[in-house]
């Protein structure tokens, strides 16, 4: 169920301002990717690029190509709906549904496309996807109680749940952590290492340790300065990335000196 | 109340204790970050019966002079509340401080100002329920006009003309309103078709309401000739004061969905469309009731758009598209301006509809409550 992505020259643009320059990156399957860099230099910008949700901002479009699994998502013809079908998205804010129930809350990319599933089928996509989202043991006893009851930790895994239930290709995080406390980061730290045996897993991090921790393989952004265009520095393993670096911006960022 | 030298003794008495010692740095930080200037700043203040023993002291002055002199009631109250007013700014200088003073003397200028908003209020429904209860009885809710000269009758026919011709102008209304907001909150951004409808919202908002009636009167009578009076043209004049009441509703609610809703609906691969019918309209939910409920009563108490348009009959008519209409309004303002003999009773079917007239939009208010709180997203 896991896909390779390929970048290839992408300008990514907010109607005029061209706010990252010819990104061109590869993605491994069934591996964790983090990408790394300051704050404004695109990260967020080319993460929404991966599924098409960045043209739902008014203006916003993108030139070049991402190719998931031999297709581009953005030739002729590609559904955007379609697209975010199969590379699911968590977001840095935890934004469960606030009128469903977390069980709704889980099956949301479903009942909200109409789609019709047996009530043992429902039940089995919720187990399914709150283990696989190691949060079935909390709340399996409150499956019909809000979603937005829950602490934010738990509501961060519920929203990474609720992406896992559609059975995307690849899992998109930006940010998943950051809004969270230090024992809920743990809690999906540790899930993330699980989902990688599934999935394709982009993550955003401005925390270097998580990006050491976690990930393979790690992409490093940078910016020249405000108004010019993010690019990707350099991209490798994460152990080289951190320990031996063949860019000087990228050994002064990740030794933070900088950012 | 502590002064520094009560701090003084307190430390001594713990050092007596043997829990701190005079050379415990701790005790010595806490003795000198003891601040002596916190205890000095306190002022006694006054009993908590003072604003209301200055009030009273208002009134007896005002009660006094009206009594005493043969000043007019207006200026007596004026005189009395500067006096009260003043006796309790003073008292509190006196006693509380100049900051305190201040304080108290605003506070003092919003509850007279609360007072005075409030005092129309209060007359008004005191009037109409005074004078509206000698018919609130069990005929006025079941009878008609119909045969009816002097004393009895009832308004049953334009309590149902109302209800029906509100019900009508809210399946017109809310419909446009809805989509109208929707178009300009989710699909129009800042296009010149949503400006335009922008612009002609704020207009319509606007117009006075005999515009609204004059409005349906020409329009019907322009499709189906002169001298036409049935419901549906009230209910139409009803609709262009009442949709734009619910646009400017309903877009507010929807402005204030978070984007990052619709943005994680889209993220699990749901269309628009979709989103907007399963996720935003749901989360906006509650205020859109509560503001529908409130744009049905704003235009549940017009007269002069239903005067022109449904006209006035006696008689309990349930078909909007057919005949003339009562309502509830219409009803009163004719019993008070044309009474028969004996004119009492005309005056009291007046009252008694206006008090009915309150008490509709009274449980249109307490309803919009209700059910904003039954649709609102919960937590627990
Ligand atoms: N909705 C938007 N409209 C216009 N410019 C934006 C928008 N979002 C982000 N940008 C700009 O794009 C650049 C990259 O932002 P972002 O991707 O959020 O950076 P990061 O996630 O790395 O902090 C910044 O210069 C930012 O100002
Ligand atoms: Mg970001």
Redesign the interface.
Same mark, same amino acid.
């Given at each position: 169920m896991s896909r390779q992505i390929d970048v290839s020259d992408l300008d990514i643009y907010y109607g005029s301002f061209l706010a990252v320059e010819k990104v061109t990156m590869e993605i491994k399957p069934r591996s964790i990717t983090a990408l790394i860099g300051p704050s404004g230099c695109g990260k967020s910008t080319f993460l929404r690029s991966l599924?098409r949700?960045h043209e739902?901002i008014?203006g916003a479009r993108v030139e070049g190509k991402v190719v998931l699994d031999g297709q581009d998502l953005y030739g002729p013809g590609v559904d955007p709906?379609?697209?975010?079908?199969?590379v699911?998205?968590v977001?840095q804010?935890p934004?469960p549904?606030?009128?469903m129930s977390i069980y709704d809350n889980v099956l %949301? &990319?479903m009942?909200?496309?109409?789609k019709r599933l047996k009530r043992s089928e429902a039940d089995a996509v919720v187990e399914h996807s709150l283990r696989g989202a190691n949060l079935w043991k909390e709340v399996q006893d409150r499956l019909d109680?809000?979603g %937005? &009851?829950l602490s934010g930790g738990q509501q961060q895994r519920l929203?990474i749940a609720?992406?896992i239930a559609?059975q995307p290709q690849v899992l998109l995080m930006d940010e998943p952590c950051s809004a969270l406390d230090p024992i809920s980061t743990l809690a999906i730290e540790d899930l993330m290492g699980e989902l990688k045996k599934e999935y394709t897993i982009v993550i955003v991090t401005h925390n270097m340790q998580q990006a050491s921790r976690v990930s393979d393989r790690t992409g490093f952004f940078n910016i020249e300065g405000t108004g010019k265009p993010g690019k990707l520095v350099e991209m490798d393993a994460t152990d080289t990335i951190f320990s031996n670096p063949s860019v000087k911006a990228t050994e002064d960022y990740v030794s933070g000196r900088f950012g | 109340m502590s002064s520094p030298h009560d701090t003084g003794t307190r430390t001594e008495d713990r050092a007596g204790d043997g829990r701190t010692s005079p050379e415990d740095p701790d005790a010595a930080v806490l003795t000198r970050h003891q601040p002596p200037s916190l205890a000095a700043s306190m002022h006694a203040s006054l009993p908590r019966w003072a604003g209301a023993a200055a009030a009273a002291l208002g009134v007896l002055v005002a009660a006094a002079l009206v009594a005493v002199t043969d000043v007019h009631v207006a200026l007596a109250v004026v005189v009395g509340a500067v006096v009260g007013v003043a006796a309790f700014v003073v008292a509190s200088r006196v006693v509380e401080g100049e900051r305190a003073a201040t304080d108290r003397f605003v506070t003092a200028l919003v509850t007279i100002a609360f007072v005075v908003a409030l005092l129309p209020l209060v007359s008004v429904v005191w009037t109409t329920v005074s004078r509206g209860l000698a018919r609130f009885d069990g005929a006025f809710f079941t009878q008609s006009m119909y045969n009816v000269i002097g004393e009895g009758g009832g308004a049953y026919h334009a309590i149902m003309g109302t209800l029906i011709i509100t019900g009508v102008a809210t399946l017109i209304s809310v419909p446009i309103g809805t989509l109208t907001a929707i178009y300009l909150v989710e699909y129009g951004g800042d296009n010149r078709l949503s400006k335009v409808i922008t612009f002609l919202v704020d207009v319509m908002t606007g117009i006075p309401s005999i515009v609204a009636g004059l409005f349906s009167l020409a329009l019907f009578t322009l499709l189906f000739g002169p001298g036409l009076r049935i419901g549906i043209m009230g209910s139409v004049a009803l609709s262009v004061l009442m949709i734009p009441i619910v646009v400017r509703a309903v877009e507010e609610m929807l402005r204030i969905v978070p984007a990052r809703l619709r943005e994680s609906s889209y993220a699990l691969g749901v269309p628009k469309w979709l989103t907007i019918v399963k996720v935003v309209l749901p989360t906006a939910a509650s205020g859109i009731a509560s503001g529908v409920v409130i744009a049905i009563a704003r235009v549940m108490g017009e007269t002069a758009p239903l005067l022109v348009t449904v006209g006035l009959t006696a008689s309990t008519n349930f078909n909007p598209f057919e005949g003339r209409m009562a309502v509830l309004p219409v009803f009163a303002y004719y019993q008070i301006i044309t009474p028969g003999i004996p004119p009492q009773a005309f005056i009291d079917r007046a009252w008694t509809s206006a008090l009915l007239l309150i008490l509709f939009v009274m449980v249109l208010n307490v309803g919009a409550r209700v059910l904003a709180r039954a649709l609102a997203p919960k937590t627990r």
């Open positions: 599924n949700m739902v008014p709906v379609a697209v975010r079908r199969s699911g998205m977001f804010n934004n549904f606030p009128t %949301a &990319g009942r909200l496309n109409n109680r809000p %937005a &009851g929203c609720r992406a559609v | -």
